[in-house]
């Protein structure tokens, strides 16, 4: 009996352990930024990343995008109408490596900044994928749980249905 109570036991550990959630919490302010810590998180994707943001200039948050892009792994961006007009986006670069990307006109701003990584892991919050956040007191919320990663997913496949193709510039 008792063995059976700790098999039990131990089975319905091994089981909850495997899909345990978190959430962390990151702050940023001048010389303290968490670019690198989003960069490492997208950096764990296997599958997908699905980006929504405001704003979109960060050289290392492309270039680990892009790296995965090249690598097979499936990067799809939505971001705010402001970028088509911003020298220093990054949609041209985005554009040039046939990231699939999209323009969210519908708002008068589309102010989301949200990764969704392989359907497990969010990471939102007010930094926005902007080398000028480096000089920000900012912050970022990253959730690994798949239930709530489901209804960021659903949030930004809504938002893809409405948006559009990039102009050309």
Same mark, same amino acid.
């Given at each position: 009996?008792?063995?059976?109570?700790?098999?039990?036991?131990?089975?319905?550990?091994?089981?909850?352990?495997?899909?345990?959630?978190?959430?962390?919490?990151?702050?940023?302010?001048?010389?303290?930024?968490?670019? #690198?810590?989003?960069?490492?998180?997208?950096?764990?994707?296997?599958?997908?990343?699905?980006?929504?943001?405001?704003?979109?200039? +960060? #050289?290392?948050?492309?270039?680990?995008?892009?790296?995965?892009?090249?690598?097979?792994?499936?990067?799809?961006?939505?971001? #705010?109408?402001?970028?088509?007009?911003?020298?220093?986006?990054?949609?041209? +670069?985005?554009?040039?490596?046939?990231?699939?990307?999209?323009?969210? #006109?519908?708002?008068?701003?589309?102010?989301?900044?949200?990764?969704?990584?392989?359907?497990?892991?969010?990471?939102?919050? +007010?930094?926005? $994928?902007?080398?000028?956040?480096?000089?920000?007191?900012?912050?970022?919320?990253?959730? +690994?749980?798949?239930?709530?990663?489901?209804?960021?997913?659903?949030? $930004?496949?809504?938002?893809?249905?409405?948006?559009?193709?990039?102009?050309?510039?």
């Amino acid at each position: 009996m008792k063995f059976t109570i700790l098999l039990t036991v131990f089975l319905f550990t091994a089981c909850t352990a495997s899909q345990s959630s978190y959430t962390k919490v990151y702050f940023s302010e001048p010389g303290a930024d968490v670019e #690198d810590t989003i960069v490492n998180y997208i950096r764990t994707a296997h599958n997908q990343v699905l980006v929504q943001a405001y704003g979109f200039t +960060s #050289d290392a948050i492309f270039e680990v995008l892009d790296s995965l892009h090249q690598n097979g792994v499936e990067v799809s961006v939505l971001l #705010d109408k402001s970028n088509e007009t911003s020298a220093r986006s990054k949609l041209k +670069s985005l554009k040039k490596e046939k990231i699939t990307t999209m323009i969210d #006109d519908k708002p008068a701003i589309a102010h989301s900044k949200i990764i969704i990584i392989d359907g497990a892991i969010v990471i939102t919050g +007010s930094y926005n $994928w902007t080398e000028h956040s480096k000089k920000n007191v900012e912050n970022i919320v990253v959730i +690994s749980d798949p239930d709530i990663a489901e209804k960021y997913i659903d949030e $930004w496949n809504g938002r893809e249905e409405v948006s559009r193709l990039p102009k050309r510039r």
